[in-house]
């Protein structure tokens, strides 16, 4: 019955997922002058990358729904729209610089950490950002006419520009999914041996969500570059071969994009929508605790979260006189509470916060604070 429960979809993000793909599935069309510039060696990557698509924008849609995410983003889109949404939109851009370009959040925990998450991350997006140009028909290169010696590049059906082929450009342009596959492999062997030598990691990880992901980007990566090893030096030979184990390879990769750990890719630039509702939180300031006097939460979101607890109906969280006491109190002093509680239980057999101040209105009854 749980498996059931989890696996329920719900109408609204199911509803704007298959919008989503449909409206994918249009610019491809477009993109495509019609379906006339699809390559159809690359059918079956078109079809993985429609249904990664629909899972993760579903997966995407779901999780803005859910009551905590859409304040964040009601909240984002009400201060973008706001007068002061020009310098909302800059402080975002420094932000998305400091946390996306560079990862800075990532730095301060380990080295390694960074190096690792920074190859595969910029890998994974470089890797994208020339595969589905390629697989939806956007982009194209074909011979400049009758000069076999130089190519034209085409973008949306329109020509774009022509390169000899033994310029930089075009060595760059040939080469860049092989760059983006050597470093995805770096950022996986640092992400495995980061995971070998640090003990917290090695106790916490998942075979299906930790190791699985790193392992298939590397069959993605290592299939990739073997087809460069073919053409260039072995004449070919195995070349249909390793395609299709390619083709497999990066198809798993984009059928496991929804379910998987790769999905917060998609997750993390909203997080620079967080870093500047925080940020104007501790503009407006911190409201004290109602029983020690240390302020401790912000203004913003100590509203939000007594209006989130009313839309969730959590009525557990007040007492008789219908204030919000769990949303009043530090952390301390919630503790000091539970102790209080415990101790009221057992007959005074236990209060180790004995003459610790504590809020003057009456103490929640003791099963409700022991439950939480």
């Known amino acids: 019955m749980g498996l059931l429960q989890r696996m329920e979809l719900h109408p609204r993000p199911l509803v704007r997922a298959a919008l989503t793909t449909a409206g994918v599935a249009g610019l491809v069309a477009l993109g495509s002058r019609g379906g006339r510039w699809l ?66 959040f990532i730095e301060k925990r380990s080295l390694k950490r960074w190096g690792a998450h920074f190859l595969l991350s910029w890998g994974c ?7 589905i140009p390629l697989v939806f028909g956007w982009v194209r290169f074909t011979s400049a006419g009758l000069d076999a010696t130089r190519y034209q590049a085409w973008v949306m059906g329109v020509p774009a520009f022509t390169f000899p082929l033994d310029s930089l ?56 570059i073997m087809l460069t090893v073919s053409e260039a030096y072995l004449q070919g030979r195995n070349f249909h071969t390793i395609a299709y ?17 790769l999905f917060h890719i998609v997750q ?43 839309r969730l109906d959590l ?18 002093c919630k503790r000091r509470l539970v102790a209080k509680s415990q101790s009221k239980r057992l007959g005074g057999g236990f209060d180790p916060f004995h003459g610790m101040p504590l809020p003057t209105e009456p103490i929640p009854d003791a099963t409700t604070w022991s439950s939480k």
């Open 39 to 104: 390559d159809p060696a690359l059918l079956g990557y078109l079809l993985a990358t429609l249904f990664a698509t629909f899972g993760i924008a579903y997966r995407y849609w779901d999780w803005v729904d859910r009551p905590p995410t859409w304040m964040y983003f009601r909240h984002t889109l009400k201060t973008l729209m706001s007068p002061k949404g020009f310098t909302a939109f800059f402080k975002m851009g420094k932000a998305a610089t400091d946390q996306i370009v560079l990862q800075r």
């Open 125 to 131: 997006l470089l890797g994208f950002a020339i595969t």
């Open 169 to 224: 450009i075009a060595t760059v342009t040939f080469h860049a999914l092989d760059i983006a596959a050597v470093m995805v492999i770096a950022g996986c062997a640092l992400s495995f041996i980061r995971r070998h030598q640090d003990e917290g990691d090695t106790a916490t990880q998942r075979t299906d969500l930790d190791l699985m992901p790193l392992l298939l980007l590397i069959a993605v990566s290592v299939t990739g």
């Open 245 to 261: 184990l390619h083709e497999l390879t990066v198809i798993l990769l984009l059928l496991s994009l929804p379910f998987g750990k």
């Open 268 to 310: 993390r630039p909203a997080q620079i929508g967080v870093k500047l509702y925080k940020e104007q939180g501790e503009a407006e300031g911190r409201v004290p605790c109602k029983a020690c006097g240390a302020p401790f939460i912000r203004a913003n979101q100590r509203r939000d979260l007594e209006e989130l607890w009313n």
């Open 315 to 332: 009525k557990g969280a007040t007492h008789a006189g219908g204030r919000f006491h769990h949303l009043d109190l530090c952390p301390r």
